[in-house]
RNA sequence: GCGCCCGUAGCUCAGCGGAUAGAGCAGGGGACUUCUAAUCCCAAGGCCGCAGGUUCGAAUCCUGCCGGGCGCACCA
C-alpha cells in the first residue's frame, strides 16, 4: 500500500466531516515532516474559518494513531505528518515478502503497440536513433512488466523513392562486394556512394527510376535484391539492439514495406467513408483543426498526384492493422516531436474514419531533437550526424578502463563485462534522465559521463548491496522485524515504500526521468545508510533489520534499472 | 503569419497550485587501520526570460511580449 494513498484514506473522511462534503486531503511529501496535507488552506475561504483552525478539527477526527507518530498543525494550517517508524517498518516487511516489491500485476490487461527505433534500411544509425530506441524499450518493458500484452513495432524505413538508387548501386558494386560491405556495418558509406552517384550520373539517375517502378510493380528479381538489402541492414540493426540491450528482435521488424498490400483498402475504405477529397490531383483528407501557411485547411495525403502511397498512407494502414486485426487499445509512437503536426493529422484522421474510438487511444511519445554544438539540430547532410555504434564504443572502452583502474581484482572477462554494463547503461541514463521533451546539445562527456547523478552511481550503489550479502554469507531472513531507529534507516525506507507510485505514474506519462529522479534518490538514501549504519558489524535484530533494508534496496535498484533496460553487475 | 516545444545556480538539469526554489558537475573545505572512497559530510553559489492577470498562496495556471529550436501539400 502506498503511503500516501493510505494518509489520504485515512484524512478524508476526517476532512469531508469537517467541509459537509468529499475533499481531496492533498497530502505529498514534505520538507517539514514525512508528508503533509494542504487541504485545510483551500476550505478556508469556503467554510469561513481560519484554515488552522479546520486543521486542527481534521487533526482531532483524523484516525492515525496506528499510522503517524505526530501530526501537527504549522505555518498557515498545513498538518505535517510524521509516520510512526512500527508502521513504516511493516509496510517494508510486507514489501519485503512480496516478489512484486510493492507493484500489482494490472487487473485489466492492455494490448500495446510501441512503435519505436524505426532506423532506414541501408542508412547508419546515428545518435538520433538513440532516443526513439531507449525511450521506447523502456516503454515496452515497463508495461509489459505490468502485465500488459506489449507488441514492439519496429517501423522500419524500408519502401519507397531511394531504393531504387540503392538497388543499382548494389548492382554495379556486384551482390557479394555489397554484401560484405553492408554486413560490416559500413551503411554510410553505402548510401552516401549511391547517393553521390545519383546527384551526378543522370544515367544512373534514370536507372534508379526505372528500378523504382519495378519495385514497385512486384518484379521477382528486383524484390531479390530488395530483400537482400533489407536483410543485411536487419542483421547490422540486431548487433546494435544487442550492444544497447535492448529488447527489440527480428520479429519485431514491421517496415513500411509490410503494410504495403494494404494502403489500396485502406484508402478505398476512407473513401467509402466520404472522407476522401480530391485536391491538386492527390487524394487527400482534411482533419480538423490543422491549418497551414496559407490559414487553409492542411491535407493528410493519402495518395499522391502520381497515384503513390507516402508515408500518411502507411501511418494510417498501419493504425487501422494496429487497433483491427491486433486488437490494440493503447498506440505508442516514440518518434521526435518535430512530427508532432503529422501524428495529430494521422490521428485525427484515424479517428474520423472509426479506427481510433474510445477508449482506444493513441499517443505520440515525442521528445526533443539533439542539437550540435551551435544549437541547431543536428544533420546527417551536413556530416555532423554521429554513429551510434562509436557512441557506443567508446563508452564501453572508456568504463572498462576505470573499472580496470578501480578494481584491479576483476580478471580480464569481468572488467570487459563490468565496462560494457556500466558504459552502456551510463548513455541510456544520460538520455532517460531529462524530460524526454526537450532538445539537448550532443555532449560526448555528458553521456559517457560515470560521475554524478548516472547509471554508474545507481550500478555502485547496487554492487555495495551485493557485497554485503556475499560477506554476509547468507540472504536476508524476509521475516525479520525491521526497525527504524536511525534516521538513515528511516529515509531509505521512506524511498523504498514509493516504488510503486512512482511505477504507475511512469506507466501512464511515460516520463522516465521521473523513475531515474527516484532510483537516483534511492541510491542517495542506500549510500548514506551504507557510510552510517553497519550491517555486517551490528549485531541481532539490528543485523536482521538492515539486511532487510539492504535486500529490498538492491531489488528495486535492479528491477527499475531493468524496466530502463540497465544492467546491475554484481560488481564493480 | 499560424502552430508546437523550450527559457530555473557558471554548466547539465529536477521541481505536474502551497512553507526558506532543489540535485549533479565544475570550483572551495573536510572524511579511507572500516561492509569497495565509482563514496560520504560541510560551506558557497538564484531579478525561476520580461510584464500583467487569476488565487488566501504562482517557478508551476491564463494572457501578452522577448529569446532559442522545430514544423506548416504530394521527401520520410
Not at 468529499?22 to 517539514?32: E, F, L, M, T, Y
Not at 534514370?206 to 524484390?223: C, I
Not at 547490422?236 to 544487442?242: C, G, I, K, P, S
Amino acid at each position: 500500500m502506498d503511503l500516501e494513498r493510505l494518509l489520504a484514506d485515512r484524512l478524508a473522511p476526517a476532512f469531508a466531516a469537517v467541509a459537509g462534503g468529499p475533499v481531496d486531503p492533498a497530502v505529498r511529501r514534505s520538507q517539514h515532516a514525512d508528508f503533509q496535507s494542504d487541504a485545510a488552506l483551500g476550505l478556508a475561504r469556503r467554510l469561513g474559518r481560519p484554515p488552522r483552525e479546520i486543521a486542527a478539527e481534521v487533526r482531532e477526527r483524523a484516525s492515525l494513531a496506528d499510522v503517524c507518530a505526530a501530526v501537527e498543525v504549522s505555518g498557515p494550517g498545513f498538518l505535517n505528518l510524521t509516520v510512526a517508524g512500527h508502521a513504516l517498518g511493516g509496510l517494508v516487511s510486507a514489501l519485503a515478502a512480496d516478489p512484486r516489491l510493492g507493484v500489482p500485476v494490472v487487473a485489466e490487461p492492455e494490448t500495446v503497440v510501441v512503435d519505436y527505433s524505426g532506423p532506414n534500411v541501408a542508412k547508419e544509425m546515428h545518435v538520433g536513433h538513440l532516443r526513439s530506441t531507449v525511450i521506447g524499450d523502456a516503454a515496452a518493458r515497463t508495461l509489459e512488466w505490468l502485465g500488459h500484452r506489449v507488441l514492439r513495432a519496429n517501423h522500419l524505413g524500408d519502401w519507397g523513392t531511394p531504393f531504387g538508387m540503392l538497388i543499382e548501386h548494389l548492382l554495379d558494386l556486384g551482390e557479394a562486394g555489397a554484401a560484405q560491405e553492408l554486413s560490416m556495418g559500413d551503411l554510410d558509406g553505402f548510401y552516401r556512394a549511391a547517393r553521390a552517384k545519383f546527384d551526378d550520373d543522370p544515367a544512373f539517375q534514370e536507372r534508379s527510376r526505372q528500378r523504382v517502378v519495378a519495385l514497385q510493380g512486384g518484379d521477382p528479381a528486383t524484390l531479390r535484391l530488395w530483400r537482400l538489402l533489407v536483410t543485411q541492414s536487419e542483421s547490422y540493426f540486431l548487433t546494435v539492439y544487442d550492444l544497447l540491450d535492448v529488447t527489440l528482435t527480428g520479429d519485431d521488424f514491421r517496415g513500411e514495406s509490410s503494410y504495403h498490400d494494404q494502403l489500396a483498402p485502406t484508402v478505398e475504405e476512407l473513401d467509402r467513408l466520404g472522407l476522401l477529397r480530391r485536391s491538386d490531383g492527390a487524394d487527400c483528407v482534411f482533419p480538423p483543426g490543422s491549418v497551414g501557411r496559407d490559414g487553409e485547411p492542411l491535407p493528410l495525403i493519402v495518395r499522391k498526384s502520381d497515384g503513390g502511397y507516402g508515408y500518411p498512407a502507411t501511418d494510417l494502414a498501419a493504425l487501422r492493422h494496429r487497433t483491427g486485426a491486433l486488437g490494440a487499445t493503447r498506440l505508442l509512437y516514440v518518434v521526435g516531436l518535430p512530427q508532432r503536426r503529422h501524428f495529430e493529422m494521422v490521428f485525427a484522421v484515424g479517428a474520423q474514419a472509426g479506427w481510433l474510438a474510445a477508449p482506444v487511444r493513441a499517443e505520440h511519445v515525442g521528445f526533443g531533437s539533439i542539437l550540435g554544438p551551435d544549437g541547431r539540430m543536428l544533420r546527417s547532410r551536413a556530416g555532423g550526424s554521429v554513429k551510434l555504434v562509436g557512441l557506443l564504443t567508446e563508452a564501453v572502452q572508456r568504463a572498462t578502463a576505470l573499472a580496470r583502474e578501480r578494481n584491479p581484482e576483476l580478471g580480464v572477462a569481468e572488467a570487459a563485462a563490468v565496462g560494457r554494463a556500466v558504459g552502456i547503461g551510463a548513455v541510456l541514463y544520460a538520455d532517460l534522465s531529462g524530460d524526454r521533451h526537450k532538445d539537448y546539445v550532443l555532449d560526448w562527456e555528458r553521456m559517457l559521463s560515470l560521475d554524478g547523478n548516472t547509471a554508474p552511481y545507481l550500478q555502485y550503489a547496487y554492487s555495495r548491496v551485493r557485497s554485503i550479502f556475499r560477506r554476509a554469507g547468507a540472504a536476508a531472513r524476509p521475516d525479520a522485524e525491521v526497525s527504524l531507529a536511525e534516521p538513515a534507516e528511516r529515509a531509505l525506507a521512506m524511498e523504498l515504500v514509493g516504488f510503486a507510485a512512482v511505477v504507475e505514474e511512469v506507466a501512464g506519462s511515460l516520463e522516465f526521468h521521473r523513475l531515474t529522479a527516484y532510483l537516483h534518490r534511492l541510491a542517495v538514501a542506500f549510500s548514506a545508510f551504507y557510510e552510517r549504519c553497519p550491517v555486517l558489524r551490528a549485531e541481532g535484530p539490528v543485523r536482521e533489520s538492515r539486511l532487510v533494508l539492504c535486500e529490498l534496496t538492491g531489488q528495486v535498484l535492479r528491477q527499475g534499472l531493468d524496466l530502463l533496460g540497465i544492467r546491475t553487475p554484481e560488481r564493480l
